[in-house]
């Protein structure tokens, strides 16, 4: 079955620099586009970014642009975010998200979410 | 971006009943490029609908979403305790993808 597993999220300072991963199983990676979708606490979702099925540069909500960077690694079934110059906006739970085909934009697969608290 | 209004923002009803959950895109979704996730307390959203109407994997028949253009309805024929949740739309047919601010669902 398909299984997604965040982990790296923490505490981190504003400014400073934090990477997530996501190990993925059950499915073929390279066949599917791959998200970092985020929830601030009590609040609703939002997606951060994505993953074309063949990696390459990816693409970026405006709030992350130039601060994020989305990556993947098919032969090792992961994908990552790192997180630069972190703000205390981007306090979330980052869901790595799988997409419905190979950039169909919507989401069929969740993992269970990796907090991130930007606090000084 | 294409904005999505939830509406209303909680629905409190009793077991049996009939949920209706609407969602209103700012412009029009083509393709009916809309899905719908359920997000129960404490757990990661997950997918019930997508292309407006194609139930999810093992999603329960109760669950159905209508629409096209700018008015979407997920609609709960017989709401179980189970079904209690924040449930989101979200349309995929303009970047960025976004999401409305979700209807919670409750239990009378």
């Known amino acids: 079955q398909v299984q997604l597993v965040e982990s790296g999220g923490g505490v981190v300072q504003p400014g400073r620099s934090l990477r997530l991963s996501c190990a993925t199983s059950?499915?073929?990676?390279?066949?599917?586009?791959m998200h970092w979708v985020r929830q601030a606490p009590g609040k609703g979702l939002e997606w951060v970014a994505v993953s074309w099925k063949t990696g390459g540069d990816g693409s970026y909500a405006d709030s992350v642009k130039g601060r994020f960077t989305i990556a993947r690694d098919n032969s090792n079934n992961t994908l990552s975010l790192q997180m630069d110059s972190v703000r205390a906006e981007d306090t979330a739970v980052y869901y790595c998200v799988r997409d419905g085909g190979s950039s169909e934009f919507y989401f069929d697969y969740w993992g269970q979410g990796s907090l991130v608290t930007v606090s000084s | 971006e294409i904005v999505l209004t939830q509406s209303p923002g909680t629905l409190s009803l009793s077991p049996g009943e009939r949920a209706t959950l609407s969602c209103r895109a700012s412009q029009s979704v083509a393709y009916s490029y809309l899905a719908w996730y359920q997000q129960k307390p404490g757990r990661a959203p997950s997918l019930l609908i997508s292309?407006?109407?194609k139930r999810a994997t093992g999603v329960p028949d109760r669950f159905s979403g209508s629409g096209s253009g700018t008015d979407f309805t997920l609609t709960i024929s017989r709401l179980e305790p189970e079904d209690v949740a924040v449930y989101y739309c979200?349309?995929?047919?303009?970047?960025?993808?976004?999401f409305g601010q979700g209807t919670k669902v409750e239990i009378k």
């Open positions: 292309g407006a109407s």
């Open positions: 979200q349309q995929y047919n303009k970047s960025p993808p976004t």
């Open positions: 059950g499915f073929t990676l390279s066949r599917f586009g």
